[in-house]
Structures are given as C-alpha cells and as structure tokens.
C-alpha cells in the first residue's frame, strides 16, 4: 500500500541559497521530504500560487516567547506542573512565527535552578507529534559560566568559575544533563545515542581552566560550545577554537570591540588561514537593528556567510503585542521601551522582542541578497552548526518535513516576509489564511 502525499506545486523553493521553481513532495507518515509521487497512492495537492517554501526556521537562542520566560521557575514541584503547561503553550505559539525548531535558553542562576528546569527543555524531536509546537533541539545554558565584567543583564552574584575544570560545569548543571563519558569507555549502546539534555554552552575561554573544559565537553560529551559574555582576547579566543569552540554568541554583544590591532572575539570570523585553517567559528547575530547596527550586520556576514546564523535572543515579550512598560523577569524587572528590552532603570539590553524572520527581512533590506540566501542563516547554517543537517534546515529527500511557506508583506512602510503557513513533520500546523 502506497504513503499519502503532499504534493506542493506552483511554489519557489529556498534552496542552496537559490530561489527554485520546482515542486516539492511530502510524506505524513513518514513525516519526510520525498523523492517524488507515487501515482498508485493517493497525492494530496497544495496550490501555493507562487509562494515560497523554505525549511522550518531554527532559532539557536530563545530566552522565552508568547509571554513566558524559560528561566522563571517556580518552587515547588505542583507549580512545576504549571511551568510544563506554559512551556508547551509557548512552543505552539512559537512555531506560528515560522520557527519548527530552537534551543530554548536558561540565563545565569543558582546550580538548583538549572536543574528543576532542563528535564523541562530536553530534545522532543523522538516524539514526532507536529502538534507539541516548535521542537527542542536540546537546552542552551547562557551562564554562569562568563566574565563579569561582561555579564550584561546577568546577575553577577551567580557567576561560577571552573574551579575544578570540566567536573565543575557537570556539577553544576547535573551529569544527568550531558551525554555519559561515550564510545569507548561506555558499553550501552543507548546511553551513547541518546540525545543530551544540553545541547549548547555559552562560557568565557579566558576563566582559569575554561579551555581544556571546552576540549572535554566538545570532544567526549558532544556539546556545542559558544564563546560569548567575554573579555577574552583574540588570542585566547583561537584557543577555545582550536580546543573544539565552535560558535560565538550574540557577536559584538558582551565582548570586547574589534580594533584594528586587538580584533578581540569579533575577529575570529575574520582569521586569516594560518591561525585557523578552514576552521571559523560560526557566530550568533541579532539582526533586530536595537543589539547591532545594521552596518555591522552586514560586514560580519560578508566576512563568513556560511557562519552566519541569524538569532533573536528573544524574551517573553517575542511574539506578542506588550505595550511599553515594566515586567517581572526572575528576581528583577525589565522594562520596555519600543522594540527594546532592558534592566529597569538602566540602559543595558536584556533581549529582544524581534521574531526571527523579521531578522531575516532586515538582513535582505541592510545587504541587498535574495530571501532564499538570507534564509540559510536561520536554516541551513544553524543546522550545519548543531550536527543535524541531514534531518533539518534544507529541503532534500530525506530530511524532515518541516516546512514554511512564506510570502511578501507590506509592514509600517518596509517590505516583509510574513508567514502563511507552517508544517511540521508534514502537517500543517498554522495557516494564516485557512
């Protein structure tokens, strides 16, 4: 008996950093991309009138969304309940704004925090149920592990060193979180494949003993690390690269500038081939027009395209119409002012309000390049930056059908990409226009 089909025609397809006329055939019980129809089998045709359709979006750092914050988390284990309930309400609201899959992100707390929480955040993908919302790819710890004199909106009481090297961050967040010690010393085949509770780990390289803990948890516990909330040098910086450091975190945000002579983080994206040959970092960049400026948006993407992965460092307040005003965050208050999100009181950026795809538009206005190249930085360069390239961020036979269908919009006077539908797992899970 032959799989139904979606069989998606009249549409322009974001692929490889081009726009394709071609169409494009799904499986809902597979939930994959397919290599064609099957004529003996019932094909269901969708009419997308010119629209384009690109993979799922993947956000690498979310702090919250639709109203709710990762980190808030309460006391008791009846109101952790509640907590369950909220996260999963906000990821069906998430995947509404085009993102199928994230790392939803913890921010600096005490060690028991982390621990009540990340069970909470762990990969879902197993589940292959489209309608629990966007898909966690694995949680992504920001702090405590960074330099306070680079904390930003951290709160520097909290702040951790690495007193006894990589043992000390297993600690702190629970072995339970990691991968086990793999292949060679672990016999269970299910304790090394089983996706990490943790995925991604933003440290300071410059913390005493950072370094060869990054050595550690990239190359015997398969986490990403990202170089972020920083005072590292250039040269310490290449270090954490060469131990296995494989992205920077929100680039030029809490970290020392780039000079011309003291390139600092910033200038790893630009290294020349002697001091890391074919081995770049990848680099998170809030292209909202509040963390960056619009000029340094482009030249770091022209300097490494391919590492780009455009990010929103989103709060609760993403996704939703919030006046401005004060809100509770944690132990503290954020207030709002327009688009930007700050410590109440002070002028330090505390996050974002921009959805991810807005991003991706002002990358088109700011660099002039077509959306289906811009659209790598939330698709095919992520996903090549977490190890899942062969199920996500592209459109190949094979990978999963996660979905967007995508048109242009006029907004306040600027040209948009608006989305007009989401499918995950080859359902469709929004329609803007049912």
């Known amino acids: 008996m032959h799989e139904p089909l979606i069989h998606f025609t009249r549409c322009v397809l974001a692929k490889n950093g081009q726009e394709v006329e071609e169409d494009l055939y799904i499986s809902q019980s597979t939930g994959k991309i397919v290599e064609g129809a099957s004529r003996d089998g019932p094909v269901f045709v ?3 009138g010119g629209r384009i359709v690109a993979p799922g979006l993947i956000e690498v750092q979310l702090n919250g969304a639709m109203g709710f914050n990762f980190s808030e988390v309460p006391e008791s284990d009846i109101e952790m309940e509640e907590y369950a309930k909220s996260y999963t309400k906000t ?10 899959s994230f790392l939803p992100t913890v921010t600096t707390a005490p060690s ?10 762990a990969p879902n993908g197993h ?9 966690s790819l694995g949680a992504h710890c920001e702090g ?23 043992e000390s961050i297993l600690h702190f967040y629970g072995p339970e979180n990691f991968l086990p010690m793999p292949y060679a010393s672990v016999k269970d085949e299910l304790a090394t494949t089983r996706a990490a509770t943790i995925k991604k780990l933003t440290v300071a390289p410059e913390l005493e003993g950072m370094v060869d803990a990054i050595r550690h948890l990239t190359q015997e516990r398969q986490i990403c690390c990202s170089i972020g909330h920083t005072a590292a040098t250039y040269e310490v910086g290449l270090e954490a690269v060469r131990a296995g450091a494989t992205m920077i975190t929100h680039l030029f945000n809490a970290m020392e500038p780039l000079l011309h002579r003291s390139p600092g983080i910033p200038g790893l994206i630009g290294a020349p081939e002697t001091d890391l040959e074919n081995n770049r970092p990848s680099f998170g960049l ?6 960056v400026s619009p000029s340094c948006v482009r030249t770091a993407w ?10 929103t460092d989103g709060t609760a307040a993403t996704g939703i119409e919030l006046p401005d005003g004060v809100y509770p965050w944690k132990a503290r208050r954020l207030e709002k002012r327009g688009r930007r999100m700050f410590l109440e009181g002070t002028d330090t950026i505390a996050g974002g309000t921009t959805t991810l795809l807005q991003c991706v538009s002002n990358l088109i206005r700011w660099t002039g390049i077509g959306a289906a190249r811009a659209l790598e930085t939330v698709t095919t360069n992520p996903a090549h930056f977490l190890g899942c390239s062969e199920s996500k961020g592209n459109l190949r036979p094979g990978a999963d059908a996660d979905l967007v269908v995508l048109s242009w919009g006029d907004v306040d006077g600027a040209r948009e990409l608006q989305v007009d539908q989401v499918w995950k797992f080859g359902w469709k899970v929004y329609d803007r226009n049912p």
């Open 286 to 291: 809030i292209a909202d027009d509040v963390h």
């Open 91 to 100: 990821c069906q609201g998430l995947i509404k704004t085009g993102v199928t």
């Open 112 to 121: 028991d925090i982390f621990k009540r929480v990340l069970p909470y955040l």
């Open 302 to 311: 022209a300097v490494h395209e391919k590492g780009c992965i455009l990010t």
């Open 127 to 135: 589940l292959r149920d489209p309608y629990v919302g966007s898909e």
């Open 46 to 48: 969708e009419d997308l």
């Open 144 to 166: 405590p592990f960074i330099s306070a004199s680079r904390k930003g909106a951290h709160v520097e009481k909290h702040l951790q060193s690495v007193e006894n090297g990589w």
